[in-house]
T-cell receptor, first 108, second 119 residues
């Protein structure tokens, strides 16, 4: 079973920030938090990952709470092309256990 | 720099047949993992190959087997196909980072997948 829980779906207005939450209350000390997204029928696309500190790259920001029991993926200026299923995964040295993810719909 | 590639893109088979799917990892990656994704669900881990050996395996029957070649490319074989094997098959590659005795699999990069339909 997946070690994460995410909302089933979310909507976001185009141009606004999309904030996708993820709960991982049983995360172990050495497990990383990974985010991927999957646009219809394509392979999952890597977005970002982190261990303890907040991370930012050209695609998104990852905010991890101090107790590491939850995290938020932030897409700063969502576009229609960001419509996808977003997966939050916790893992160390093991292969990924995917949950159902969050279906993000970016609306014009 | 080529990413992960998979072939074929689509495949149609009938029940009882056998199928072979192929994967070439991203340049610099030596670990290959295979996942099965049924319609409307998240991907499920099948197995992982490193140094031409199966290192980890998910909850899949022996009908699912694999191979890794010296150039790190990999094949997934499925025998005695069932209707329920219809799915998107994903290959992911990563470098194995030897941070501990068991190693740590770094970020996985996925290929576009092979859509298998069993009739």
């Amino acid at each position: 079973d997946a070690k994460t829980t995410q909302p089933t779906s979310m909507d976001c207005a185009e141009g606004r920030a999309a904030n996708l939450p993820c709960n991982h209350s049983t995360i172990s000390g050495n497990e990383y938090v990974y985010w991927y997204r999957q646009i219809h029928s394509q392979g999952p696309q890597y977005i970002i990952h982190g261990l303890k500190n907040n991370e930012t790259n050209e695609m998104a920001s990852l905010i991890i709470t101090e107790d590491r029991k939850s995290s938020t993926l932030i897409l700063p200026h969502a576009t229609l092309r960001d419509t996808a299923v977003y997966y939050c995964i916790v893992s160390y040295g093991q292969n990924f256990v995917f949950g159902p993810g969050t279906r993000l719909s970016v609306l014009p | 720099d080529a990413g992960v590639t998979q072939s074929p893109t689509h495949l149609i088979k009938t029940r009882g047949q056998q199928v072979t799917l192929r994967c070439s990892p991203k340049s610099g990656h030596d670990t290959v993992s295979w996942y099965q994704q049924a319609l409307g669900q998240g991907p499920q881990f099948i197995f992982q190959y490193y140094e031409e050996e199966e290192r980890q395996r998910g909850n899949f029957p022996d009908r699912f087997s694999g191979h890794q070649f010296p150039n790190y490319s990999s094949e997934l074989n499925v025998n005695a196909l069932l209707l329920g094997d219809s799915a998107l098959y994903l290959c992911a590659s990563s470098p194995l980072v030897p941070l501990t005795r068991n190693g740590h699999t770094d970020t996985q990069y996925f290929g576009p997948g092979t859509r298998l339909t069993v009739l």
